[in-house]
T-cell receptor, first 114, second 117 residues
Framework: AQSVAQPEDQVNVAEGNPLTVKCTYS??????LFWYVQYPNRGLQFLLK??????LVKGSYGFEAEFNKSQTSFHLKKPSALVSDSALYFC????????????FGKGTMLLVSP | GAVVSQHPSWVICKSGTSVKIECRSL??????MFWYRQFPKQSLMLMAT?????????EQGVEKDKFLINHASLTLSTLTVTSAHPEDSSFYIC?????????????FGPGTRLTVT
């Protein structure tokens, strides 16, 4: 069975500082990894994905994530946080079997203070 | 591109009535659609996976007779909550995957807030 762990319920960071939202995963075979963001009462917006290739993946709104196979991690990062980045962030994983479903982490609330 | 819509965005109904939620892929064909349920400040729980033209596959613990899913076309899936109860109140989100075995991404609708009184 596949699983995702987001160890932090909430991350607090000051505007302009770098941010990291942690994610580790467990999956059989090669993982497909995703980050999504959710604003209040809205659906999920896709940020970025790792399928294959470079371990550093760049996505929307200046976010990036680094795939680390040995540590089974896919942490989300941004060099300089904005107040508007405050939202709920979900990491998700599926295997590469073609028809598998996404498994989501429990989510991490990011709060960026002015 | 790859936009998924849901209708309605919010609905209030009385206990015992049924509510239908529509999920449409607006600019692509989706052979597979997914229905999720999300409680406040919690993650998404997969309820069922529906493939166009076939019966939905429900996750363990999800009542298939209560949550009826129909995926009649490549651009439309519906979720009907039958005989709704207050505990069915939740945020329901659909998602669609592009047609094709190697499609990686799922695109999510904006969600439907259901309140059962």
């Amino acid at each position: 069975a596949q699983s995702v762990a987001q160890p932090e319920d909430q991350v607090n960071v000051a505007e302009g500082n770098p941010l990291t939202v942690k994610c580790t995963y467990s999956v059989s075979g090669n993982p497909y990894l995703f980050w999504y963001v959710q604003y209040p009462n809205r659906g999920l917006q896709f940020l970025l994905k790792y399928i294959t290739g470079d371990n550093l993946v760049k996505g929307s709104y200046g976010f990036e994530a680094e795939f680390n196979k040995s540590q089974t991690s896919f942490h989300l990062k941004k060099p300089s946080a904005l107040v508007s980045d405050s939202a709920l962030y979900f990491c998700a994983v599926r295997d590469n079997s073609g028809y598998s479903t996404l498994t989501f982490g429990k989510g991490t609330m990011l709060l960026v203070s002015p | 591109g790859a936009v998924v819509s849901q209708h309605p965005s919010w609905v209030i109904c009385k206990s015992g009535t049924s509510v239908k939620i529509e999920c449409r892929s607006l600019d692509f064909q989706a052979t597979t659609m997914f229905w999720y349920r999300q409680f406040p400040k919690q993650s998404l729980m997969l309820m069922a996976t529906s493939n166009e033209g076939s019966k939905a596959t429900y996750e363990q613990g999800v009542e298939k007779d209560k949550f009826l899913i129909n995926h009649a076309s490549l651009t439309l899936s519906t979720l009907t909550v039958t005989s709704a109860h207050p505990e069915d109140s939740s945020f329901y989100i659909c998602s669609a995957r592009l047609a094709g075995r190697d499609s990686y991404e799922q695109y999510f609708g904006p969600g439907t807030r259901l309140t059962v009184t």
